[in-house]
């Protein structure tokens, strides 16, 4: 405005250009609002979907398996994610835990079995102890002979008692990891000294005749606890001889193989039918039930021979067939000298389980 001459002078210019700018500027920003909330939602979502939902499928999962279905595995994830390995973690954990619960089931029933046929076993002698002792209260047992009778057979039940109970408690010994105490002998003088002793018995009987043969290639030594190995030589020739018709022969094999001093004890007898064979170390197994107990023994040879064959860090094999007899096969761990000189033994020769015998005793 001119305050001389009172003109006024107005200029206008358009905003136009402004507003579409700033109505672009609003699009934008809404559009940049829409797209951050869209990636925070991805970014939530793939939270939820590698995060929070596994762990709530491990939950129910877990839920399960509390409720005592150890089937139960968590579900796989995407590979590489903590989720994925959790899973596989947890899987693993839960495949070792339904191991072990099948593995204590088992052992459970095992020794439920176990006491079942033990008392069964012990049940026999202790009635007949009982029933020789009431009748000899009752007066029963006057005459002299009737007398002797009852007491032999009172003794023979306690013997046969007390038979039992030192094999249940090699038994427990053997279960319990008991220290062995290993020195170094000859398995062939351990195999001889089993013969003589089978051959004494057999001797003393009546109703058997089995030539017994040890059969060897020279001394086998070995790192053994004697005492243990002597029961299971004692065990298997023992077996031997009360399973077969008299007049069977025996054969103990003694060796050495290319990494075990190996024992093998077999006869020409009935053998064994294969479902028997399976369950020859089973404790308390006898193949023919109505074989008598006095006679047949408790069952518990075997399972001895087993046990103590692999406290020595040994192995145990069985071969029979009906009609073919029966061999078990024992493998020792061989010494260090016998390791060293083996390259040196060259007069062994191939047999049945491998290997035969040179020479004879």
Known sequence: ADVRTGQVLVLGLSLRNVDQATSKLAVIEWGACFLAIAILGAVIYSVLRLGVRPLKRMTRTATLIAGGDLSQRVPEETTGTEAAELGVALNRMLERIQTAFAQRTETEAHLRQFVADASHELRTPVTTIRGYAELYRNGGLADPETLHSAMTRTEQEAIRMGRLIE???????????????????????????????????????????????????????????????????????????????????????????????????????????????????????????????????????????????????????????????????????????????????????????????????
């Open 167 to 361: 094999e249940l408690l090699e038994l427990a010994r053997l279960d319990q990891g008991r220290p062995l105490h290993p020195v170094e002998v000859d398995l062939v003088d351990l195999a001889l000294d089993a013969a003589a002793d089978a051959a004494a018995v057999d001797a003393a009987s009546v109703e058997s005749d089995h030539p017994v043969t040890v059969l060897h290639d020279g001394p086998v030594r070995a790192r053994v606890d004697e005492s243990r190995v002597r029961q299971v030589l004692a065990n298997l020739v023992g077996n031997a001889l009360v399973h077969t018709p008299p007049g069977t022969p025996v054969r103990v094999l003694v060796r050495n193989d290319d990494t075990a001093s190996v024992i093998e004890v077999s006869d020409d007898g009935p053998g064994m039918a294969p479902e028997d064979a399976k369950r020859a170390f089973e404790r308390f197994f006898r193949a023919d039930p109505s074989r008598s107990r006095h006679r047949g023994g408790s069952g518990l040879g075997l399972a001895i021979v087993e046990a103590t064959v692999r406290a020595h860090g040994g192995e145990v094999r069985l071969r029979s067939a009906p009609g073919a007899g029966t061999t078990v096969r024992v493998e020792l761990p061989r010494s260090a000298d016998d390791l060293q000189g083996l390259t040196q033994n060259s007069q062994v020769q191939p047999s049945q389980w491998g290997s035969s015998p040179a020479q004879e005793s």
